[in-house]
């Protein structure tokens, strides 16, 4: 550090390093240290790999864990089916900000109150039910259902999808689209040749915005999902507060943070050297 | 980029005004909470009548600093972790043992406690805490089965076996709680819910998977709000909630099913380090006077361990079987015993396997 401050503009540079260094180094590189050596501990805090054994030669663990691809993948495909035309119909509107705001402020509710709305919506005497019924419908069984719980689930991933795809979309030069119908272009093959390759790093941001978190959801799965939908989260909020078995939940973390670190690398943005 | 900065600055500014709020708000109130005569009760939320407090405090001058959790676990945890400072709190039976054996609790100074003969006898002395050298009784109640009178009727549900029936396919909600639906399933087979022996779980998991066709949902609190919106006909679940629920919706009712099922109790203890032990004794003295406990009582909704208490409650809640169960329920109703880490995770792991499991 002595060294650094005889350039002050070096030095200020390295102080910031230093601070961001520590910051990561606290906050990031230590508790995920903490939580691999936890990992490899067994109840008397020997060395041991038997958490990632029996993980791995658990029948109902590797369930779940198929089971929380399957869903993330799910809830990330839906959500880019509705995100993309979205971002792309916000970018023609004339006052973007206030309509990208009213899709954004619905992540200002606190996650729980989103999910209690839904149970009154869906729920047997709830509104869609009764909107049924007035029409002359049977009422159905909406709650507790895979398709309650991909809604749900969709609805609160959705504004992380629509905002990296509409950075995206809004950062295309306009006379690019315009250059491709001057020369012959149509519609969708301009979609198809020149929007849809140039928006790409905004799809991949937002394939991780949604796909990760999605990984580890655990309080709708049993609010809406009534615990007919398992997941990872499910299983690591259980060890870490009922079983106290802190290694494996710890275990279970470490394997959801490789699979991050896959998803990462697959949706990385190799032409230009990373984005990231 | 000017513009940026400032901006930067006047969010920096808000933030460090909110925190200088905060500590100014902070102080005034420990003047409250630090002051000689305080107590900090650690309590389950709304498990205790507002207007006693207010009552105990015009009484004894101790000003009550309420905080509450939600689950045992939860509870548990924060006061391992130390720098808390809480003078009484409101752990059940099992956690009681636990809490004991790890040393959290202070051993009550029984010189101190008035009003004991007049807790219900039958709640002390219980294996969870031989002599009451750390608790006194609060609350207790039971597992049970909450339904829906119009869809339901009692003698179609008043063993544990009858869940099993396919009429009631796709009709029951359970409590997420492993030892609590392992528990029934055990007693269905004529075992005792602190079962130790392999054999006997993997037998009950696999009945336990059968009934997968039935189950509507696995929830937790929310169980209450589901069943009084009339989700489904049946919920495993606690007489408390249960109380909470037909409260709301009078088409509810509980029982106790006649082949017995858990009995759990809530009590007082004292944390080792709490710095109002005074405070705490006089609330405990204060909970155990009859006509506070009734009170007390009434407001809660659950079934109170004071006998004086009961005596002056009405009669139509004293005879009600659901939440005062008859001598011959009562007989077989078994209490859990603390587990270890190992039997705790077994239990688990067979439930979390029942939960994977899906019917087509």
């Given at each position: 550090m002595a060294l650094?401050?005889?350039?002050q503009?070096?030095?200020?540079?390295s102080?910031?390093?230093g601070i961001?260094?520590?910051w990561?180094l606290?906050?990031?590189?230590?508790?995920?240290?903490?939580?691999?050596?936890?990992?490899?501990?067994?109840?008397?805090?020997?060395f041991?790999l038997?958490?990632?054994?029996a993980?791995?030669?658990s029948?109902s663990?590797?369930?779940?864990t198929?089971n929380s691809?399957?869903?993330?993948?799910l809830?990330?495909?839906?959500?880019?089916v509705f995100?993309?035309p979205?971002?792309y119909?916000?970018?023609t509107?004339k006052n973007?900000?206030f309509?990208?705001?009213l899709v954004?402020?619905p992540?200002?509710?606190?996650?729980?109150?989103?999910t209690?709305a839904?149970?009154g919506?869906l729920g047997?005497g709830?509104?869609v039910n009764?909107t049924?019924?007035?029409v002359?419908?049977?009422?159905?069984?909406?709650?507790?259902?895979?398709?309650?719980?991909?809604?749900?689930?969709?609805y609160?991933?959705l504004?992380f999808?629509?905002?990296?795809?509409f950075?995206?979309l809004s950062?295309?030069?306009?006379l690019?689209?315009?250059?491709s119908?001057?020369?012959?272009a149509?519609s969708w093959?301009?979609?198809?040749?020149?929007?849809?390759p140039?928006?790409?790093?905004g799809v991949?941001?937002?394939?991780?915005?949604?796909?990760?978190?999605s990984?580890?959801?655990f309080m709708?799965?049993r609010?809406?999902?009534?615990n007919?939908?398992?997941t990872?989260?499910?299983?690591?909020?259980e060890?870490?507060?009922?079983?106290?078995?802190?290694?494996?939940g710890s275990?279970?973390?470490?394997?959801?943070i490789v699979?991050?670190?896959i998803?990462m690398?697959?949706?990385?943005?190799?032409?230009?050297?990373?984005r990231s | 980029?000017?513009?940026?900065f400032?901006?930067?600055?006047a969010?920096l500014?808000v933030?460090?005004g909110?925190?200088?709020g905060?500590?100014v708000f902070d102080?005034s109130?420990?003047d409250?909470v630090?002051?000689e005569k305080?107590?900090?009760?650690?309590?389950?939320?709304?498990y205790?009548?507002?207007d006693l407090?207010t009552k105990?405090t015009?009484?004894t001058?101790y000003?009550?600093?309420y905080q509450?959790?939600?689950?045992?676990?939860?509870?548990?945890?924060?006061?391992?972790?130390?720098g808390?400072?809480y003078d009484l709190?409101?752990?059940?039976d099992?956690?009681?043992d636990k809490?004991a054996?790890?040393?959290l609790?202070?051993?009550l100074?029984?010189?101190k406690?008035?009003?004991m003969?007049?807790i219900?006898?039958?709640?002390l002395n219980?294996t969870?805490d031989p002599?009451n050298?750390?608790s006194?009784p609060?609350f207790?109640g039971?597992?049970?089965?909450?339904?829906?009178?119009k869809?339901?009727?009692?003698?179609?549900i008043?063993?544990?076996?009858?869940?099993?029936?396919?009429?009631?396919?796709?009709?029951?909600?359970?409590?997420?709680s492993?030892?609590?639906?392992?528990?029934?399933?055990l007693?269905?087979?004529?075992?005792?819910?602190n079962d130790?022996?392999?054999?006997?779980?993997a037998?009950?998991k696999?009945?336990l998977?059968?009934l997968?066709?039935n189950?509507?949902?696995?929830?937790?609190?929310?169980?209450k709000?589901?069943?009084a919106?009339g989700?489904?006909?049946?919920?495993?679940?606690y007489s408390?909630?249960?109380a909470q629920?037909?409260s709301?919706?009078?088409?509810?009712?509980y029982?106790?099913?006649k082949?017995?099922?858990?009995?759990?109790?809530?009590?007082?203890?004292?944390?080792?380090?709490?710095?109002?032990?005074?405070a705490a004794?006089?609330?405990?003295?204060?909970?155990n006077?009859?006509?506070?406990?009734?009170q007390?009582?009434?407001?809660v909704?659950?079934a109170?361990a004071?006998?004086?208490?009961?005596?002056?409650?009405?009669?139509?809640?004293?005879s009600?079987?659901a939440?005062?169960p008859?001598?011959?329920?009562?007989?077989?109703?078994?209490?859990?015993?603390?587990?270890?880490?190992?039997?705790?995770?077994r239990y688990?792991?067979?439930?979390?396997?029942f939960?994977?499991?899906?019917?087509?």
């Amino acid at each position: 550090m002595a060294l650094s401050f005889k350039k002050q503009k070096q030095g200020f540079t390295s102080a910031y390093m230093g601070i961001y260094g520590l910051w990561l180094l606290a906050f990031v590189v230590l508790p995920l240290l903490l939580l691999l050596v936890e990992s490899l501990q067994d109840q008397n805090h020997h060395f041991t790999l038997a958490n990632y054994q029996a993980f791995f030669t658990s029948g109902s663990y590797l369930a779940m864990t198929f089971n929380s691809i399957w869903y993330a993948f799910l809830i990330t495909v839906i959500t880019l089916v509705f995100a993309y035309p979205t971002a792309y119909f916000l970018t023609t509107l004339k006052n973007k900000q206030f309509w990208l705001l009213l899709v954004i402020l619905p992540t200002w509710i606190n996650l729980l109150l989103k999910t209690y709305a839904f149970i009154g919506l869906l729920g047997q005497g709830g509104l869609v039910n009764s909107t049924l019924t007035a029409v002359g419908l049977h009422p159905m069984q909406l709650l507790f259902t895979d398709w309650s719980f991909l809604l749900v689930a969709a609805y609160v991933e959705l504004p992380f999808m629509i905002l990296p795809i509409f950075n995206a979309l809004s950062d295309i030069d306009p006379l690019l689209t315009a250059a491709s119908r001057d020369l012959g272009a149509n519609s969708w093959q301009t979609l198809k040749k020149v929007i849809w390759p140039l928006s790409m790093p905004g799809v991949k941001a937002g394939i991780q915005a949604v796909f990760i978190p999605s990984l580890s959801l655990f309080m709708i799965t049993r609010l809406i999902g009534g615990n007919r939908v398992i997941t990872l989260g499910t299983a690591i909020e259980e060890h870490f507060l009922v079983t106290q078995n802190w290694a494996f939940g710890s275990t279970i973390g470490v394997i959801l943070i490789v699979a991050m670190v896959i998803t990462m690398l697959l949706t990385q943005d190799k032409q230009k050297g990373g984005r990231s | 980029m000017k513009k940026f900065f400032l901006s930067i600055l006047a969010i920096l500014l808000v933030v460090v005004g909110l925190v200088a709020g905060k500590a100014v708000f902070d102080n005034s109130r420990k003047d409250e909470v630090t002051g000689e005569k305080v107590l900090n009760f650690y309590n389950w939320g709304d498990y205790i009548d507002p207007d006693l407090l207010t009552k105990f405090t015009k009484e004894t001058g101790y000003k009550v600093n309420y905080q509450t959790f939600d689950s045992n676990e939860a509870m548990y945890t924060k006061i391992k972790q130390g720098g808390t400072n809480y003078d009484l709190t409101v752990p059940s039976d099992y956690m009681v043992d636990k809490m004991a054996q790890e040393g959290l609790l202070a051993p009550l100074d029984k010189s101190k406690i008035t009003g004991m003969n007049n807790i219900d006898s039958r709640f002390l002395n219980q294996t969870f805490d031989p002599h009451n050298k750390y608790s006194v009784p609060y609350f207790w109640g039971t597992l049970g089965i909450l339904y829906n009178k119009k869809k339901v009727s009692a003698d179609q549900i008043d063993t544990w076996a009858k869940l099993w029936s396919p009429q009631f396919k796709k009709q029951i909600m359970l409590v997420d709680s492993a030892r609590d639906i392992l528990g029934m399933t055990l007693i269905s087979q004529g075992k005792s819910v602190n079962d130790q022996n392999v054999a006997d779980l993997a037998a009950a998991k696999g009945k336990l998977d059968t009934l997968m066709p039935n189950v509507k949902a696995i929830v937790a609190d929310e169980l209450k709000i589901y069943m009084a919106q009339g989700e489904a006909s049946i919920g495993v679940t606690y007489s408390g909630e249960a109380a909470q629920a037909m409260s709301q919706n009078s088409d509810l009712a509980y029982l106790v099913p006649k082949d017995g099922s858990n009995e759990w109790f809530d009590n007082l203890v004292i944390p080792k380090n709490a710095k109002h032990k005074e405070a705490a004794y006089a609330l405990i003295n204060f909970l155990n006077k009859p006509e506070n406990a009734k009170q007390n009582a009434e407001y809660v909704g659950y079934a109170t361990a004071n006998k004086g208490a009961y005596a002056l409650l009405p009669a139509d809640e004293k005879s009600d079987p659901a939440f005062y169960p008859s001598a011959a329920t009562l007989d077989r109703l078994q209490v859990y015993q603390t587990f270890n880490q190992e039997w705790t995770q077994r239990y688990n792991d067979a439930f979390l396997e029942f939960k994977i499991s899906r019917p087509s």
